[in-house]
Protein backbone atom coordinates (compact mmCIF):
# COMPACT_ATOMS: atom_id res chain seq x y z
CA UNK A 1 0.00 0.00 0.00
CA UNK A 2 1.58 3.31 -0.83
CA UNK A 3 1.09 6.29 1.20
CA UNK A 4 -2.50 7.92 0.26
CA UNK A 5 -4.50 4.59 0.38
CA UNK A 6 -3.44 3.66 -3.34
CA UNK A 7 -2.23 0.62 -4.33
CA UNK A 8 1.36 1.14 -6.11
CA UNK A 9 0.10 -0.18 -9.61
CA UNK A 10 -2.75 2.95 -10.18
CA UNK A 11 0.68 5.85 -10.55
CA UNK A 12 1.61 6.05 -13.97
CA UNK A 13 5.11 6.77 -14.58
CA UNK A 14 5.35 10.40 -13.44
CA UNK A 15 3.53 10.09 -10.38
CA UNK A 16 -0.01 11.75 -11.78
CA UNK A 17 -3.51 9.18 -10.82
CA UNK A 18 -5.64 7.86 -14.03
CA UNK A 19 -8.72 10.75 -14.35
CA UNK A 20 -11.01 7.81 -14.76
CA UNK A 21 -15.03 8.16 -15.31
CA UNK A 22 -17.19 8.86 -12.04
CA UNK A 23 -19.10 6.06 -10.77
CA UNK A 24 -22.21 5.16 -13.17
CA UNK A 25 -21.13 6.32 -16.25
CA UNK A 26 -19.58 4.34 -18.84
CA UNK A 27 -16.38 5.09 -21.10
CA UNK A 28 -17.31 6.56 -24.15
CA UNK A 29 -16.41 4.85 -26.94
CA UNK A 30 -13.10 5.83 -29.25
CA UNK A 31 -14.12 8.00 -32.08
CA UNK A 32 -14.54 6.20 -35.55
CA UNK A 33 -12.39 6.58 -38.11
CA UNK A 34 -12.55 9.71 -40.74
CA UNK A 35 -12.95 7.29 -43.46
CA UNK A 36 -16.24 5.29 -42.04
CA UNK A 37 -17.67 8.61 -40.75
CA UNK A 38 -17.92 9.83 -44.57
CA UNK A 39 -18.92 6.21 -45.38
CA UNK A 40 -22.27 6.58 -43.14
CA UNK A 41 -23.02 9.76 -43.83
CA UNK A 42 -23.27 8.98 -47.57
CA UNK A 43 -25.24 6.07 -47.14
CA UNK A 44 -27.69 7.99 -44.54
CA UNK A 45 -28.27 10.64 -47.78
CA UNK A 46 -28.76 7.89 -50.15
CA UNK A 47 -31.18 6.64 -48.48
CA UNK A 48 -33.19 9.31 -47.59
CA UNK A 49 -33.00 10.65 -51.36
CA UNK A 50 -34.38 7.01 -51.99
CA UNK A 51 -36.80 7.57 -49.74
CA UNK A 52 -38.04 10.57 -51.41
CA UNK A 53 -38.10 9.24 -55.07
CA UNK A 54 -39.91 6.10 -54.11
CA UNK A 55 -42.64 8.41 -52.30
CA UNK A 56 -42.75 10.75 -55.06
CA UNK A 57 -43.35 7.79 -57.59
CA UNK A 58 -46.34 6.32 -55.60
CA UNK A 59 -48.07 9.36 -55.62
CA UNK A 60 -47.62 10.19 -58.90
CA UNK A 61 -48.92 6.34 -59.70
CA UNK A 62 -51.63 6.68 -56.99
CA UNK A 63 -52.84 10.07 -58.85
CA UNK A 64 -52.88 8.56 -62.30
CA UNK A 65 -54.74 5.64 -60.84
CA UNK A 66 -57.02 6.88 -59.01
CA UNK A 67 -60.65 6.92 -60.89
CA UNK A 68 -61.67 10.90 -62.01
CA UNK A 69 -64.73 12.18 -61.61
CA UNK A 70 -66.62 14.12 -64.35
CA UNK A 71 -67.62 17.35 -63.52
CA UNK A 72 -71.26 18.92 -64.36
CA UNK A 73 -71.51 20.66 -67.30
CA UNK A 74 -72.40 24.38 -65.83
CA UNK A 75 -75.50 25.40 -66.50
CA UNK A 76 -76.16 28.52 -67.68
CA UNK A 77 -78.99 30.52 -65.33
CA UNK A 78 -80.08 33.65 -65.67
CA UNK A 79 -79.95 34.57 -61.96
CA UNK A 80 -81.02 38.46 -62.16
CA UNK A 81 -83.91 37.63 -63.86
CA UNK A 82 -85.35 34.68 -60.83
CA UNK A 83 -84.33 37.50 -58.38
CA UNK A 84 -86.24 39.75 -59.92
CA UNK A 85 -89.43 37.65 -60.41
CA UNK A 86 -89.17 36.48 -56.83
CA UNK A 87 -88.79 39.82 -55.39
CA UNK A 88 -92.43 41.38 -57.85
CA UNK A 89 -94.51 38.10 -56.34
CA UNK A 90 -93.09 38.74 -52.47
CA UNK A 91 -93.98 42.62 -53.03
CA UNK A 92 -97.52 42.32 -54.91
CA UNK A 93 -98.16 39.54 -51.84
CA UNK A 94 -96.73 42.00 -49.04
CA UNK A 95 -98.00 45.15 -49.80
CA UNK A 96 -101.22 45.25 -48.65
CA UNK A 97 -99.78 43.86 -45.21
CA UNK A 98 -97.66 46.71 -45.09
CA UNK A 99 -99.96 49.10 -45.54
CA UNK A 100 -102.05 48.14 -43.13
CA UNK A 101 -99.05 47.81 -40.62
CA UNK A 102 -98.11 51.47 -41.90
CA UNK A 103 -102.08 52.59 -41.21
CA UNK A 104 -101.88 51.08 -38.05
CA UNK A 105 -98.36 52.56 -36.79
CA UNK A 106 -99.44 55.97 -38.20
CA UNK A 107 -102.68 56.06 -35.81
CA UNK A 108 -101.11 55.12 -33.00
CA UNK A 109 -97.91 57.38 -33.03
CA UNK A 110 -100.77 60.12 -33.65
CA UNK A 111 -101.43 60.34 -30.17
CA UNK A 112 -98.99 62.14 -28.02
CA UNK A 113 -96.17 59.61 -26.25
CA UNK A 114 -96.57 59.61 -22.44
CA UNK A 115 -100.55 60.59 -22.41
CA UNK A 116 -103.07 59.39 -20.81
CA UNK A 117 -104.97 58.18 -24.15
CA UNK A 118 -101.47 56.78 -25.54
CA UNK A 119 -101.49 54.81 -22.81
CA UNK A 120 -105.19 53.45 -23.27
CA UNK A 121 -104.01 52.86 -27.06
CA UNK A 122 -101.10 50.97 -26.28
CA UNK A 123 -102.53 47.50 -25.52
CA UNK A 124 -104.74 47.62 -28.64
CA UNK A 125 -101.81 48.13 -30.78
CA UNK A 126 -99.60 45.60 -29.04
CA UNK A 127 -102.35 42.92 -29.92
CA UNK A 128 -102.70 44.66 -33.27
CA UNK A 129 -99.17 44.07 -34.53
CA UNK A 130 -98.82 40.61 -32.93
CA UNK A 131 -101.61 40.06 -34.97
CA UNK A 132 -99.99 41.12 -38.30
CA UNK A 133 -96.57 39.10 -37.23
CA UNK A 134 -98.85 36.31 -37.71
CA UNK A 135 -99.86 36.89 -40.81
CA UNK A 136 -97.01 38.68 -42.30
CA UNK A 137 -94.16 36.05 -41.42
CA UNK A 138 -96.43 33.09 -43.31
CA UNK A 139 -96.23 35.69 -46.41
CA UNK A 140 -92.17 36.23 -46.06
CA UNK A 141 -91.61 32.72 -46.05
CA UNK A 142 -93.45 31.46 -48.99
CA UNK A 143 -91.19 33.72 -50.83
CA UNK A 144 -88.12 33.56 -49.27
CA UNK A 145 -86.16 31.91 -51.79
CA UNK A 146 -83.82 32.69 -52.56
CA UNK A 147 -82.36 34.75 -49.76
CA UNK A 148 -82.02 38.35 -50.93
CA UNK A 149 -81.54 41.74 -49.92
CA UNK A 150 -86.04 42.28 -49.97
CA UNK A 151 -85.75 39.12 -47.93
CA UNK A 152 -83.54 39.87 -45.39
CA UNK A 153 -84.81 43.48 -44.65
CA UNK A 154 -88.45 42.57 -44.79
CA UNK A 155 -87.38 39.87 -41.95
CA UNK A 156 -85.48 42.27 -40.21
CA UNK A 157 -88.29 44.98 -40.23
CA UNK A 158 -91.07 41.98 -39.48
CA UNK A 159 -88.80 41.01 -36.44
CA UNK A 160 -88.63 44.77 -35.01
CA UNK A 161 -92.39 45.13 -35.06
CA UNK A 162 -92.41 41.69 -32.78
CA UNK A 163 -90.02 43.10 -30.52
CA UNK A 164 -91.63 46.54 -30.59
CA UNK A 165 -95.11 44.54 -29.60
CA UNK A 166 -93.49 42.51 -27.14
CA UNK A 167 -91.69 45.42 -24.74
CA UNK A 168 -94.21 47.92 -25.63
CA UNK A 169 -96.58 48.79 -22.23
CA UNK A 170 -98.53 51.93 -21.11
CA UNK A 171 -96.17 54.70 -20.33
CA UNK A 172 -93.70 56.78 -21.58
CA UNK A 173 -91.74 54.77 -23.99
CA UNK A 174 -88.57 53.42 -23.29
CA UNK A 175 -85.59 53.49 -25.07
CA UNK A 176 -85.71 49.72 -26.38
CA UNK A 177 -89.07 50.70 -27.66
CA UNK A 178 -87.56 53.58 -29.55
CA UNK A 179 -84.54 51.50 -30.54
CA UNK A 180 -87.22 48.95 -32.01
CA UNK A 181 -89.36 51.62 -33.39
CA UNK A 182 -86.42 53.14 -35.22
CA UNK A 183 -84.88 49.46 -36.49
CA UNK A 184 -87.68 49.14 -37.84
CA UNK A 185 -88.51 52.32 -40.10
CA UNK A 186 -84.57 51.76 -41.36
CA UNK A 187 -85.51 48.12 -41.97
CA UNK A 188 -88.70 48.87 -43.75
CA UNK A 189 -86.29 51.16 -46.55
CA UNK A 190 -85.51 47.61 -47.89
CA UNK A 191 -88.85 46.75 -48.98
CA UNK A 192 -89.94 50.69 -50.09
CA UNK A 193 -86.79 50.48 -52.60
CA UNK A 194 -87.12 47.18 -54.20
CA UNK A 195 -90.87 47.31 -54.53
CA UNK A 196 -91.21 50.78 -55.57
CA UNK A 197 -88.22 50.32 -58.47
CA UNK A 198 -90.74 47.11 -59.28
CA UNK A 199 -93.63 49.19 -59.91
CA UNK A 200 -95.33 47.81 -56.63
CA UNK A 201 -95.04 50.92 -53.78
CA UNK A 202 -95.84 49.81 -50.84
CA UNK A 203 -97.13 53.40 -49.49
Known amino acids: ?20 PPPGFAVPPPPPRRGGALLAG ?3 VLA ?20 TTAQPAAQPTNQSAS ?7 LCQA ?16 SIANGTPERDVATPGFVNLTDDWVKRAQPVLDHYSAPPRYLTRTLQRY ?6 LASSLRPGPSTDADTAAWNDSLVA ?14 LW
Not at 1 to 20: E, I, K, N, R, V
Not at 98 to 107: G, L, V
Not at 158 to 163: F, K, Y
Not at 191 to 197: A, L, S
Request: proline share 8%; aromatic share 2%; charged share 15%.
Open 1 to 20: MATGGTTSDSTPPGGALHPG
Open 42 to 44: VGI
Open 48 to 67: IALAAAALVVSLVSAHRNSP
Open 83 to 89: TTESDKA
Open 94 to 109: IAPLIKESNAEAKAYT
Open 158 to 163: IDDMRL
Open 188 to 201: LGGPYEVCGDLGVP
